[in-house]
């Protein structure tokens, strides 16, 4: 079983949709979450963190976390065509290994006009 | 301008041939990791360093070194590279390795041949 959890997608988007991303861990001391933004043949960026359950909005971005079910997902509300990438669900592992951060696979969005 | 550099941003090289790759950040990061990236395998974490001198193994260590004599470089050595190396590399670095973003290079297309 992988440590962090994706859909591969490609999850497809009309303009204007929210698109919804979820991902699960199974690290469950974790604590530190975040979500990065991929695009083709580029380097990832930070778009979110998330320490604490509930939600966290920055602008058109939504994240969510429950520690309980062990779920983090992120909403894109009004998705644009330069939403379409790959985003990639980092979780920080607890314990001995505090320092290592697990990334899964990765969900493709694409958002058609 | 903050950034984090790779070098070289592509190699092909053939099997058994030690090779470096370096990285650098001015940021003045504590934390520094290198990562590899596959198609449908996400972002795998390789060997990270805490601080001068500290360094731990990520999920998929084995064939690499890394150091950390300076704050600012982290280079990632294959002693003997093997085509299962082939792979796209990135290095990436922040302030502490918990609650900070991580900002990541450009990434380095190695090819074993």
């Known amino acids: 079983q992988k440590e962090v959890e994706q859909n591969s997608g490609p999850l497809s988007v009309p303009e204007g949709a929210i698109a919804s991303l979820n991902c699960t861990y199974s690290?469950?001391?974790?604590?530190?979450f975040f979500w990065y933004r991929q695009y083709s043949g580029k380097s990832p960026e930070l778009i979110m963190s998330?320490?604490?359950?509930g939600d966290k909005e920055d602008g058109r971005f939504t994240a969510q976390l429950n520690k309980a079910s062990q779920y983090v997902s992120l909403l894109i509300r009004d998705s644009q065509p330069s939403d379409s990438a790959t985003y990639l669900c980092?979780?920080?592992?607890?314990?001995?290994?505090?320092?290592?951060?697990?990334f899964g696979a990765g969900t493709q969005v694409v958002v058609t006009p | 301008e903050a950034q984090v550099t790779q070098n070289p941003r592509y190699l092909i090289t053939v099997t058994g041939k030690k090779l470096t790759v370096t990285c650098s950040q001015n940021?003045?990061?504590?934390?520094m990791s290198w990562y590899r990236q596959d198609p449908g395998l996400g972002l795998r974490q390789i060997y990270y360093s805490m601080n001068v001198e500290v360094t731990d193994k990520g999920d998929v260590p084995e064939g690499y070194k890394v150091s950390r004599k300076e704050k600012r470089n982290f280079p990632l050595i294959l002693e003997s590279p093997s085509p299962n190396q082939t792979s796209l590399y990135f290095c990436?670095?922040?302030?502490?390795?918990?609650?900070?973003?991580?900002?990541f290079g450009p990434g380095t297309r190695l090819t074993v041949l």
């Open positions: 940021m003045n990061h504590e934390y």
């Open positions: 998330i320490y604490s359950n």
């Open positions: 980092a979780v920080k592992m607890s314990g001995g290994s505090w320092g290592k951060l697990q």
């Open positions: 990436a670095s922040s302030g502490r390795s918990g609650t900070d973003t991580q900002y």
């Open positions: 690290d469950r001391g974790s604590q530190s």
